[in-house]
């Protein structure tokens, strides 16, 4: 089935610096693949996204690239904040009609 | 705009008793969905709504366990009887049929002694 594999955590920085959390998939078709954040004590939000194979999502500082290639789509941080202490979720979604598949999620935490 | 909004946001109860939490989606949204996240399993689906109308139950853990949805702006996420191990957060979320972006609420972090 479908399925979505992260590294696991906790993966601990230093301030400022740089931050991958890699993300693979397998997927029947062409999946919509989503990185969503969740800060202590608060729900999921969206991230980033990418619909289709080489698009790039980016956000905060965050960014992804959709590789087909390598059914990846690796979180990458130039460098981070003690604020982007949280886990880290990668899923992915085939069509409107199913709903996402969920990564197991890594714990980051960054040290001043 | 008001986002998906979730009651309890804490709730502990004793084991035995009756545990309901409530969910409410964003206005226009057509999925919804219930979600478990637990240390030891990680983020789980229980079940999901679409107009109204559960579409997939299969996460739903046992029987203890129910959920419906009487309208587009409503749904519950029943336990009877609780036990201990059903302590989690338990996430709503929702997303429209053409939108594959789904949007949480806070959670209700639920604790059975």
């Known amino acids: 089935g479908d399925s979505v594999t992260q590294m696991e955590g906790p993966v601990t920085l230093s301030e400022e610096a740089f931050l991958t959390i890699n993300c693979t998939y397998t997927?029947?078709?062409?999946?919509?693949l989503f990185w969503y954040v969740q800060y202590p004590g608060e729900g999921l939000q969206l991230l980033l996204k990418?619909?289709?194979?080489?698009d790039k999502g980016s956000n905060k500082g965050f960014e992804a690239t959709y590789r087909k290639e390598t059914t990846s789509f690796h979180l990458e941080k130039g460098s981070v904040q003690v604020s982007d202490s949280a886990v880290y979720f990668c899923?992915?979604?085939?069509?409107?009609?199913?709903?996402?598949?969920f990564g197991k999620g890594t714990r980051l935490s960054v040290i001043a | 705009d008001a986002g998906v909004i979730q009651s309890p946001r804490h709730e502990v109860t004793e084991m035995g008793q009756e545990v309901t939490l409530r969910c409410k989606p964003i206005?226009?949204?057509?999925?919804l969905f219930w979600y478990r996240q637990t240390m030891m399993r990680g983020l789980e689906l229980l079940i999901y709504?679409?107009?109204?109308?559960?579409?997939?139950d299969s996460g739903m853990p046992e029987d203890r366990f129910s959920a419906k949805m009487p309208n587009a702006s409503f749904s519950t996420l029943k336990i009877q009887p609780s036990e201990p191990r059903d302590s989690a957060v338990y996430f709503c979320?929702?997303?429209?049929?053409?939108?594959?972006?789904?949007?949480f609420g806070e959670g209700s972090w639920l604790t059975v002694v």
């Open positions: 997927a029947t078709g062409y999946p919509s």
């Open positions: 899923a992915l979604s085939l069509s409107g009609n199913t709903p996402l598949v």
């Open positions: 979320a929702s997303r429209t049929s053409s939108g594959n972006t789904i949007y």
């Open positions: 990418a619909t289709k194979a080489d």
């Open positions: 206005s226009g949204h057509d999925y």
């Open positions: 709504f679409n107009n109204n109308v559960p579409i997939d």
